[in-house]
């Protein structure tokens, strides 16, 4: 059985108010993210980001629990220990992964050195298929390029729970299985969009 990691590049934007702008965006997010404000201040439900044409939504300010909230002692968990609150600005976050297409557009464009073309062509052999076979840089490459950065550990799980509080997955409390991520082994073939 042949192994792999499928990293989901997955960007964020940043979209806080007034002085609270984080320093570590460079100026030009900043500029673009402006651009679709109208006042007073309203945020679009949706954006097409310029540079690699992906279609994003605005995730609200708020807060939530973060942590294991089902109290489960598996080893892996105790990093999830304790259940704290966190507080989050407005951000805004792609809807869809990152395709091949996309990742091949960023390569292109940046000279960017990629070389693992033959691996990604098994699972995702098509340009409208979820990039896969990417390194940590990689995926931080890709952000400077298209002028985002990925999420924090705390956007991604506050996102990704969809609106639902102290459920163990995004879809509630039944048990995980392959219909809704690739998990034990069992890969998803096929677009995902």
Not at 24 to 34: A, R
Not at 67 to 90: C, I, N, Q, T, Y
Request: with cysteine; glycine share 6%; aromatic share 14%.
């Amino acid at each position: 059985i042949q192994r792999f990691v499928v990293i989901l590049l997955v960007m964020v934007v940043w979209v806080g108010c007034g002085e609270d702008k984080p320093e570590k965006i460079k100026p030009k997010v900043i500029d673009q993210i402006e651009d679709v404000f109208e006042p007073p201040q309203r945020l679009e439900k949706e954006i097409m980001w310029e540079k690699d044409s992906a279609k994003m939504v605005l995730i609200p300010a708020g807060s939530f629990k973060m942590g294991d909230s089902k109290d489960r002692r598996e080893a892996f968990m105790k990093f999830a220990l304790p259940v704290h609150k966190v507080e989050l600005d407005a951000f805004y976050i792609d809807v869809n992964e990152v395709t091949v297409g996309q990742f091949k557009q960023f390569v292109n464009e940046s000279g960017y050195s990629y070389d693992r073309w033959n691996q990604v062509a098994e699972y995702s052999p098509g340009d409208d298929y979820p990039m896969i076979y990417v390194s940590w840089n990689d995926a931080t490459a890709y952000c400077e390029w298209a002028g985002k950065r990925l999420p924090t550990e705390a956007e991604w799980e506050y996102a990704a729970r969809g609106g639902l509080s102290g459920k163990r997955y995004s879809w509630g409390d039944s048990k995980i299985a392959s219909a809704f991520a690739n998990y034990n082994r069992s890969v998803r073939r096929g677009k995902w969009k």
